[in-house]
């Protein structure tokens, strides 16, 4: 009996003190109140016209006149959710650009509230108040509104009241003149295309390609240098347009055919993989505009869960991917062409001539719409800046103008973080250092094969002691850390992101030596697909609700990506000799060829995608299962619909014009 009465003594307790601190929480939390804001106006030193309209404002609200409430209901203010995550307390600025006289402006506030929880939280209050007050006028009446609380201003800015125009923007200017050019390009190729007789047609054997599985009996020669000059059947002019044409573009683009330039499981994955980034970065930035971001601790301690956060394996099965081709097709080539007949010299020269070739055509290829994106990017972030009620998430509308040309010369990951443009094009610069290093392990490879083994070996290495130095130096805990917690130092660096590369270089030799053919009984098979698939699901969720010692910690941030890619190339072989079973055909479905094909547009493109969809609304989004699903969905449709526009006008036009430049050698 004294026990229950203990208890309910202590209900009683706590009750109370939930009743007396809930009056405490709302009232510490009341940063600013337009009406709060209209008496305050006089003693503010405002300016005269904005003190005269907020008395006209509270004389308004006092006569419950609809102008006045809707200013006053427009504007933003703690209602609930603070310790759930809402940070974004911004009213309705659709609301507010309805009044005439009216402008929305939004406050950036730091605040503290020792009493309820020890961090300091960066809150966003939205105020629609008259248009005669400026930006200066909303400092002094938010300060004014604060008193004696525990919170700093630190910005206001007013989307109405910024001067930015889009279309002045010499950026904007130079996109405009770009897609004008393609666009009439586009047309003329296109015409040209639908006035071409069935004779003048290319004989379809030649465009066609043997798959790998077929055994790779017929060479296909990759442009490691300017071809020599040959006569071609079309006037220059006409097959120039031709490879803007959007009806034959978007004919390479949705072939069925494998192609010559990749293996038929590369499509499949390449499209999976896409899949896996756009969810990672949907995930990323839909919890940042989130008014329950506490949300993302509770999913974060769920099982599955584990998929996104270990959603950076899929950019190394971009590194695999990509020198697993890039080897794959470099010894098919050598080993069918004579490459010092087309360079027309010998020793080093004939070296030096195949790696500028093989610069020159990756410049080439990549540049044109990763160029344009980032212009894209440059000028909505700029646009998003100025207009949008949120902040962006990176400073690429201050980044890109200063430091675009890193990204051209594919350098950026060389420099802090902090002043990159385009976050996510880390891993171009790093695969594009990648490409540089292993054309010249590769060109070694072909007259000197055991001292590029070495060289291979040595730089394999070198990255896991790196990164396993860097992660052990910095206490790095990839079962509790963020995977981005060290994101200037392991996450987008060139020396720890090597082994998934390296690993795609040594599986592309294989596949070349074997012929893509390998005898292996269903023990064997069985035998490596159970293997695979436990290295595999270790990786992704094998540090689930785990604590790691410092040395565990940086030997598993050393050697998790290289393993990783290891797993993957036996996906690959298995799948590219016949042994691949229900995942081969699904990888190498003709359905999935398309989509692979505008990935890199894809890649480019989604993360403004996914900013956009969230920047330009007025509210903040409430964070839910299905809601995040159904975003992450919309963001793949809506991504590679861009992509293909993109692909069609800028990517595939080069590559056709490539191809004209540097015709295939029998």
Aim: hydrophobic share 50%.
């Amino acid at each position: 009996m004294a026990e229950s009465s203990c208890l309910v003594l202590a209900v009683l307790v706590l009750l109370a003190v939930v009743a007396a601190a809930a009056p405490d929480l709302a009232q510490q939390l009341d940063l600013f109140n337009p009406a709060r804001a209209a008496s305050d106006a006089a003693s503010a030193n405002v300016s005269l016209p904005c003190a005269q309209a907020m008395q006209a404002f509270a004389a308004g609200l006092a006569r419950h006149e609809e102008w006045a409430s809707k200013m006053y209901d427009a504007s933003g203010r703690y209602s609930a959710g603070f310790l759930w995550g809402n940070n974004y307390w911004l009213g309705s600025s659709d609301l507010c650009l309805t009044l005439e006289d009216a402008v929305f402006s939004v406050a950036r506030l730091t605040l503290d509230v020792p009493l309820i929880t020890s961090k300091t939280r960066t809150v966003h209050v939205g105020m629609c108040l008259p248009r005669s007050c400026g930006l200066s006028d909303l400092r002094l009446l938010v300060d004014a509104g604060l008193g004696q609380r525990n919170a700093s201003l630190e910005t206001v800015r007013s989307p109405q009241l910024d001067d930015y125009l889009y279309y002045t923007d010499v950026t904007f200017i130079v996109l405009a003149l770009v897609c004008g050019t393609v666009l009439a390009l586009m047309v003329a190729g296109s015409v040209l295309d639908a006035r071409k007789t069935t004779k003048e047609a290319e004989p379809a054997a030649s465009d066609a390609a043997p798959e790998c599985e077929e055994g790779g009996k017929t060479p296909i020669a990759l442009d490691v240098v300017p071809a020599a000059s040959k006569q071609r059947r079309r006037p220059p002019l006409g097959a120039v347009l031709l490879c803007f044409s959007v009806q034959r573009n978007a004919r390479a683009i949705f072939d069925q055919s494998v192609g010559g330039d990749t293996l038929a499981p590369i499509h499949g994955l390449r499209f999976l993989s896409m899949i896996w980034v756009i969810l990672g970065h949907s995930c990323i930035v839909i919890f940042k505009y989130a008014d329950n971001t506490d949300f993302r601790g509770v999913v974060e301690r769920e099982f599955l869960f584990q998929t996104i956060s270990n959603a950076a394996f899929s950019v190394d099965t971009f590194f695999f991917i990509s020198g697993l081709l890039f080897s794959f097709l470099y010894f098919r080539t050598t080993a069918k062409v004579d490459l010092n007949k087309i360079t027309r010299a010998t020793g080093i020269k004939s070296k030096a001539l195949q790696f500028v070739g093989l610069l020159a055509y990756r410049f080439s290829r990549l540049t044109a719409p990763y160029m344009f994106v980032l212009g894209v990017v440059q000028v909505s972030m700029k646009w998003f800046y100025h207009k949008s009620v949120f902040e962006p998430p990176t400073l690429d509308h201050v980044n890109c103008p200063q430091y675009w040309w890193r990204n051209l010369l594919y350098i950026n990951t060389l420099f802090p973080v902090k002043d990159m443009c385009m976050l996510w094009s880390w891993y171009l610069a790093d695969d594009t250092q990648f490409y540089v290093l292993g054309a010249l392990l590769m060109m070694v490879a072909v007259d000197r094969f055991r001292t590029a083994a070495l060289a291979f070996g040595g730089l394999m290495i070198s990255s896991w002691c790196t990164t396993a130095y860097i992660a052990f130096t910095n206490d790095h805990q990839p079962s509790q850390d963020d995977p981005l917690a060290l994101f200037d130092k392991i996450y987008d660096k060139p020396w720890t992101r090597l082994g998934p590369y390296l690993v795609g270089m040594a599986t592309g030799w294989l596949l070349f030596s074997i012929n893509c053919r390998l005898r292996l009984g269903k023990g064997g098979a069985a035998l490596g697909w159970s293997v695979c698939a436990a290295v595999m699901l270790s990786l992704l969720y094998g540090l689930y609700d785990a604590r790691l010692d410092a040395f565990t910690s940086a030997a598993y941030s050393s050697l998790s990506h290289t393993a990783w890619a290891l797993g993957t190339a036996w996906v690959i072989v298995a799948c590219s000799t016949g042994h691949g079973g229900f995942v081969g055909r699904l990888l190498s479905a003709p359905s999935l060829y398309p989509m692979s094909r505008v990935t890199y547009c894809a890649y480019l493109i989604h993360p403004l995608i996914i900013r956009m969809m969230v920047m330009y609304v007025d509210s903040p989004l409430h964070l839910a299962r299905t809601t995040v699903m159904l975003l992450f969905l919309g963001h793949v449709v809506l991504s590679y619909l861009i992509a293909f526009a993109i692909s069609v006008s800028f990517e595939a036009p080069v590559v056709a014009l490539l191809r004209l430049i540097s015709p295939k050698k029998e």
